[in-house]
């Protein structure tokens, strides 16, 4: 029992350590303009999504280190629980109201997790509005967490119990981010994910989606790019709490895959990177910072993307 106390000690310490040594490496960044880009930054979130809740971004310390050395960026609120087209529609009303209050004439999306197909959804109704879309973590092929999920015979009263406890959380995660919706659809949300379903989203809207099993899919359609990196890992930190529930989901797949999704369905465009030791929280800093002690720290990632996108000319 000592033992698992000072180890436990040891891990944290290292953590700050790595974290605080990661930190003073990119100081020098966050006095340039290395994250500005010529079009502002969207991020998207998934499923029980939010902007802020409580006072915790969604996309935890992502947001401010952009903007430090920057970057121009704004968070797109959908519904927390809903298919990826319903989705779509709610963030291309947001993409247009944010370009007669900016003035800016097109964005640069980022979405992680159903966030992704959600920003593929605009780029292909209305490409004159996104220059690039890059997913992070997304299940584009669908995730067997869903599949699993899916194949319970209907009206079972297990998942009937399920969905509502599911309604429920994502209505509250609204209050508590200060945009409430009354409407919540787990079963939508879930469907939408599902490896039928993406199949048929996929013929509707294939642009950047790898015409082979684990392949890159084209980087430039219609004049949007696109981008995706993924993790391929579960229990990254023996102090994230959230690693031991996507330990379990995990087990759902017979491949690589973050928790909620396989490493080759997260492929889009330009695959910059798809098996970092993150799992699908760990993409957006979650649990609360706490990653992997010998993999790049997750807001780098994204800082290094929106260089990516400035050396581009996005």
């Not at 980087?219 to 102090?239: D, E, M």
Request: aromatic letters at 10%; one cysteine or more.
């Amino acid at each position: 029992m000592k033992m698992s106390i000072k180890l436990s000690a040891w891990l944290f310490g290292a953590t700050l350590v790595v974290s605080s040594v990661s930190s003073f490496a990119t100081e020098k960044h966050n006095a340039t303009h290395y994250t500005k880009t010529r079009y502002p930054i969207v991020l998207v979130h998934g499923m029980f999504g939010f902007d802020s809740a409580l006072g915790v971004d969604y996309w935890y310390g992502i947001i401010s280190d952009l903007r430090r050395s920057g970057a121009e960026v704004y968070v797109a609120q959908v519904t927390a629980l809903e298919d990826s087209v319903r989705r779509g529609e709610e963030l291309l009303h947001y993409l247009e109201e944010l370009k007669a209050i900016t003035g800016h004439s097109a964005f640069n999306l980022i979405g992680h997790s159903q966030g992704g197909p959600t920003s593929r959804y605009v780029a292909a109704v209305r490409p004159d509005l996104v220059k690039s879309v890059s997913s992070v973590g997304s299940p584009h092929k669908g995730s067997k967490v869903a599949d699993l999920l899916m194949s319970k015979p209907a009206g079972n009263l297990g998942d009937k119990l399920v969905e509502k406890i599911a309604n429920g959380l994502a209505k509250l995660i609204g209050i508590a981010s200060g945009s409430p919706q009354d409407k919540q659809d787990f079963q939508r949300s879930l469907s939408s994910l599902s490896t039928y379903e993406s199949a048929l989203f996929n013929a509707q809207f294939p642009a950047g989606i790898p015409s082979s099993f684990c392949g890159e899919g084209e980087s430039l359609v219609n004049g949007v790019r696109y981008y995706s990196w993924a993790g391929s890992s579960k229990l990254t930190n023996v102090l994230d709490a959230s690693d031991y529930a996507l330990s379990a989901t995990g087990l759902a797949f017979s491949e690589e895959n973050d928790g909620m999704v396989a490493r080759c369905s997260s492929h889009l465009g330009r695959v910059i990177r798809d098996n970092f030791k993150m799992n699908h929280l760990d993409q957006i800093n979650h649990f609360f910072g706490i990653h992997h002690l010998f993999e790049t720290d997750p807001v780098t990632v994204y800082r290094q993307h929106a260089n990516r996108l400035q050396l581009a000319g996005l």
